[in-house]
């Protein structure tokens, strides 16, 4: 145990060097994923962006506004593009391909096909640092460092995999391993704690894993009900045979990440807190661990059902203006893997907290040294 408290003396020293090598490799993923996987460079080239310079033409029609509108492009030139999405004004930034409206009275070469949302997207995320920064400290600093590394993680490992054909299912739980480590690590520090949460969380993954590969199996999903899975097998072009059940599998498993993350360290927190503040050890640290993760339980389930039924609301509305039974609604498969996907990571998440209570309170027992920081 002294060599392992050496180790772990040693990182918590070269804390801030690490994590400033692991934002530098984050960065580097990045950038790769952006070259190979087309999120750097232009590579639909029929799709162009532009500054609306002037609106030549506009009427109301039934349930949206057309317009013939002047756009300068990138490049410099400007051409006439038809709009048939939202009113736009001069100064509006637009993305035009070549026109779907071709052969109708009024043929125009260009058409606007989506609003450039860049700048406003990176103004709230520009917010959203200066928020963590400014409370967080240099603790929010280390976790936007841990963002940006299970970004990289996503695209440049987990996705790249999946599109050549991986199970995806692996993949996703070996991509949520590395997601852990990082993270864990730069946002905890490398110690005890970090160490039970993250054998908490993983197990608690795995389980996930298991219960939606049989779900899916006994629900028989088809992995068709969303639009993007539809777009993904007109776009595969015959490359790579996508497993889409396996997919919603893997979905479930990333997205339990995240909220596993937050439960799992904050009940190892829990309980080393209680051994440093008391004399508690064994079930009796055990017990006193598990009331707060009791409470921390009903807390979280109800935060992670609320949140699938606000990102769904529409979905919500839609279903109930159908006057549809309540068995036919939750039947179908759009609403059916929502209500699982729920279901599952509540059952991670309730698994979580007494796997990482056991796990910080095993290490306690086995540590007769005194433990370095776990801040």
Do not use: C
């Not at 002294?2 to 804390?15: D, H, Q």
């Not at 996508?242 to 893997?250: H, M, Q, W």
């Not at 661990?289 to 409470?295: F, I, Q, S």
């Not at 059952?347 to 056991?358: D, E, F, N, Y």
């Amino acid at each position: 145990m002294s060599v392992m408290n050496g180790i772990f003396e040693y990182l918590a020293k070269s804390r801030m060097a690490v994590v400033l090598g692991i934002l530098g490799m984050s960065v580097l993923m990045l950038f790769w994923a952006g070259q190979h996987l087309g999120f750097l460079g232009q590579n639909d080239s029929s799709v162009v962006s532009g500054t609306v310079t002037k609106v030549l033409f506009e009427q109301k029609m039934e349930g949206y506004t057309e317009q013939d509108v002047r756009v300068r492009l990138e490049e410099g030139t400007e051409i006439t593009a038809k709009n048939r999405l939202v009113p736009f004004q001069e100064g509006s930034r637009v993305y035009v391909t070549e026109s779907i409206f071709q052969g109708e009275t009024e043929d125009l070469e260009f058409s606007v096909v989506e609003v450039n949302r860049m700048g406003g997207l990176a103004v709230l995320f520009a917010l959203f640092m200066v928020a963590v920064l400014w409370v967080g400290g240099t603790k929010g600093f280390r976790s936007l460092v841990g963002l940006v590394f299970s970004f990289a993680v996503i695209l440049s490992f987990i996705v790249p995999q999946i599109l050549v054909g991986q199970n995806a299912i692996m993949v996703s739980l070996a991509g949520a391993g590395a997601i852990l480590l990082g993270t864990l690590y730069v946002a905890h520090g490398f110690n005890k704690k970090s160490f039970a949460a993250l054998g908490g969380i993983f197990t608690s993954l795995v389980v996930v894993g298991v219960l939606a590969q049989i779900s899916s199996v006994a629900l028989r999903f088809t992995g068709l009900a969303s639009e993007g899975a539809l777009f993904l097998l007109t776009l595969q072009e015959g490359v790579v045979a996508f497993n889409l059940v396996d997919l919603v599998i893997a979905g479930i498993i990333i997205a339990g990440i995240g909220v596993l993350d937050d439960v799992a360290i904050t009940q190892a927190a829990t309980v080393f807190s209680l051994a440093d503040n008391s004399n508690l050890r064994g079930r009796k640290l055990f017990a006193k661990a598990m009331d707060v993760g009791k409470d921390h339980i009903s807390a979280v389930v109800n935060t992670l059902v609320l949140a699938y039924v606000g990102a769904g609301l529409p979905l919500v509305l839609l279903f109930t203006l159908s006057q549809s039974p309540v068995a036919l609604t939750a039947s179908n498969e759009i609403v059916a893997v929502e209500i699982a996907r729920t279901l599952i990571s509540s059952i991670g998440l309730v698994i979580a907290i007494p796997l990482t209570t056991a796990l910080s309170v095993f290490f306690l027992r086995a540590s007769k040294n005194p433990l370095p920081p776990v801040s």
